[in-house]
């Protein structure tokens, strides 16, 4: 997999194992994130997401676009998702 200590801007990353991101991702209009496993960030604004597991979010995900083939948790008490388009199998 895949582990950063800080933030990705607007690149591309993939995987066929998981992501973690203890900063974000400021994907802006053309960075994707693709892993086969688990991507989790603290926040996600703007980009594509695509994730074989779960996307967990720390804080908030914002105009963005997020696929999981389980499910989106955002995990914070005061999380949110705003804007965009979020979609999972199981929950979101």
């Known amino acids: 997999g895949v582990e950063v200590l800080g933030n990705i801007e607007e690149a591309i990353v993939e995987t066929e194992g998981h992501i973690k991101i203890r900063g974000g991702f400021i994907g802006g209009e053309t960075g994707i994130l693709k892993a086969g496993d688990v991507i989790k960030a603290k926040f996600i604004n703007g980009g594509r997401v ?5 996307v967990i979010i720390d ?3 914002m105009q963005c676009k997020i696929l999981s083939g389980s499910e989106i948790f955002c995990i914070h008490e ?3 998702l705003v804007g965009g388009e979020f979609k999972a199998r199981y929950a979101v």
Do not use: D, M, R, V
């Not at 695509?50 to 779960?54: D, E, I, S, V």
């Open 59 to 61: 804080s908030y995900a």
């Open 50 to 54: 695509q994730a074989g597991g779960n």
């Open 78 to 80: 005061k999380g949110a």
